[in-house]
């Protein structure tokens, strides 16, 4: 049955059955006009209903930043951009096992004692379970308040008679909807359920930190919509091997992204290292072939980090290249560039580049410190002691200078390093006490370097 069509007074908004010379509701005449469809389409469209107007405000209006709670832990106020901001969704990613409920343990705990309402919801583990590790950790005096559910509406049930400040849903693949006839952890479950927790968050005014598995290309499992929902995404990254745990915000609406806590992974939990450059320098003996410092960027914070390269002659026909901690198709490029420009063969010779501590690298300024660790390999040749490498390196094999170079030296000089080989052209401090010999190419530096060109 076709619907009947609906009037409007352009006056006053008032709505109409019909059309007539006269508002009853104003009393202007000649002011009501037939209302258009919102959308023309079949039967899912929004037709002719219309809503009520928003409010509209110009680029001028100043707003108040967004209050904010500190957790108590440096590295991870950090990462959030300066604390827990209300009625935020945050999403936490990480491999099984790699600490994601012992750091959102500490941090329930540490947030419940600065008087923020906390309830922990566990969909993995018993309540039980959950009391044994704060008492591992030394948490059991917290305030948290537990339970261990999967039910949807439950849980929501629960949180809107509770009205807790920050609320933990770990995970958020166990988490299932009774309305999504799918099994939990299914992608229409999964997206349901973080609809649900986001859109509760907003209206209630709660903060909700959601736990995601990742898949084994480390992307979260599940929907990619689920992280447009939420307004953070933060990865939880480090190698099993390494005590060393790298919370990294790949997304943040109310902070930069890229930014990174580093964490150490000991008997008593997670504690946060507040001068990761030590921390990832302090295994490093004195200068060999293969081993380069590179001044990175994370974020805001300047990182140092070695890298570790080892070329030895390939007994197959088909030389190896395996990297950890960096991009596998930049060192291709690398490779490339010093053969094509440099005149560096790296024919029938395996190549193994590593990022030592278990640290991820992404910029590309480290280009420079990769070449110069492979031609200290290559070559059998140590780097000066005390030396420092950053740089982006061309198809072109010029140099392109590194942001923030202030910020990588004076990082470097705080550390005891005394030497900085950088691309021309970057910002350098006359005054830091720290020599920058500067390169317009590639050619030139593994001439001043190694001694050949």
């Known amino acids: 049955m076709a619907k009947s069509p609906s009037f409007t007074c352009t006056?006053?908004?008032?709505?109409?059955?019909?059309?007539?010379?006269?508002?009853?509701a104003c009393g202007d005449w000649n002011t009501i006009v037939e209302d258009a469809g919102l959308s023309a389409g079949g039967?899912?469209?929004?037709?002719?209903?219309?809503?009520s107007a928003i409010q509209l405000t110009d680029l001028q209006t100043e707003e108040s930043p967004p209050p904010r709670t500190h957790s108590g832990i440096d590295e991870l106020d950090r990462v959030?951009?300066?604390?827990?901001?209300p009625a935020s969704a945050l999403l936490v990613g990480g491999d099984p096992g790699i600490g994601k409920s012992t750091l959102l343990l500490q941090a329930a705990a540490e947030f419940a004692r600065a008087g923020v309402k906390t309830i922990y919801v566990s969909g993995e583990e018993a309540t039980a379970q959950v009391r044994m590790r704060a008492k591992r950790l030394g948490l059991s005096d917290a305030p948290v308040q537990l339970a261990s559910e999967t039910n949807l509406r439950n849980i929501?049930?629960?949180?809107?008679?509770?009205?807790?400040?920050?609320?933990?849903?770990?995970?958020?693949?166990?988490?299932?909807?009774?309305?999504?006839?799918?099994?939990?952890?299914?992608?229409?479950?999964?997206?349901?359920?973080?609809?649900?927790?986001?859109?509760?968050?907003?209206?209630?005014?709660?903060?909700?930190?959601?736990?995601?598995?990742?898949t084994k290309d480390g992307?979260?499992?599940?929907?990619?919509?689920?992280?447009?929902?939420?307004?953070?995404v933060l990865y939880f990254e480090g190698e099993r091997g390494h005590q060393f745990r790298i919370l990294r915000a790949v997304k943040n609406r109310f902070g930069p992204a890229d930014e990174i806590g580093v964490f150490e992974?000991?008997?008593?939990?997670?504690?946060?290292?507040?001068?990761?450059?030590?921390?990832?320098?302090?295994?490093?003996?004195?200068?060999s072939a293969?081993?380069?410092?590179?001044?990175?960027?994370?974020?805001?914070?300047?990182?140092?980090?070695?890298?570790?390269?080892?070329?030895?002659?390939?007994?197959?026909?088909?030389?190896?290249?395996?990297?950890?901690?960096?991009?596998?198709?930049?060192?291709?490029?690398?490779?490339?560039?010093?053969e094509a420009r440099c005149g560096i063969p790296f024919a029938g010779l395996d190549v193994y580049l590593n990022v030592a501590g278990g640290m991820k690298i992404s910029e590309p300024a480290a280009d420079l410190a990769v070449a110069a660790a492979l031609l200290s390999a290559r070559e059998d040749a140590a780097l000066p002691e005390g030396a420092v490498v950053f740089g982006e390196i061309s198809l072109s094999g010029a140099l392109r200078p590194a942001p923030q170079t202030e910020n990588r030296l004076k990082e470097a000089q705080k550390l005891g390093f005394t030497t900085a080989l950088a691309p021309a052209g970057g910002k350098a401090i006359e005054t830091s006490g720290i020599k920058v010999q500067q390169m317009h190419d590639l050619t030139s530096f593994v001439g001043e370097v190694f001694g050949a060109g």
């Open 11 to 24: 006056a006053c908004g008032a709505t109409h059955t019909k059309w007539s010379g006269r508002c009853d």
């Open 43 to 51: 039967k899912k469209s929004l037709g002719a209903n219309r809503g």
């Open 80 to 85: 959030l951009g300066g604390g827990l901001v």
């Open 156 to 214: 929501l049930t629960t949180l809107e008679a509770e009205k807790p400040g920050l609320a933990i849903i770990d995970s958020i693949q166990t988490m299932w909807s009774d309305t999504v006839d799918s099994a939990p952890g299914s992608v229409s479950q999964v997206r349901s359920a973080a609809h649900e927790l986001t859109t509760f968050a907003k209206r209630k005014g709660v903060s909700v930190i959601l736990v995601g598995h990742v």
């Open 219 to 232: 992307q979260i499992a599940g929907p990619r919509v689920v992280e447009h929902m939420v307004d953070t």
């Open 265 to 287: 992974m000991t008997g008593r939990g997670l504690e946060q290292v507040t001068n990761p450059s030590a921390l990832f320098l302090s295994e490093r003996g004195k200068p």
């Open 290 to 338: 293969g081993s380069v410092v590179f001044a990175g960027i994370e974020g805001t914070r300047p990182v140092l980090v070695e890298l570790q390269a080892l070329v030895a002659p390939s007994p197959h026909s088909q030389p190896r290249r395996t990297v950890v901690g960096w991009d596998g198709g930049r060192l291709a490029m690398i490779l490339a560039v010093l």
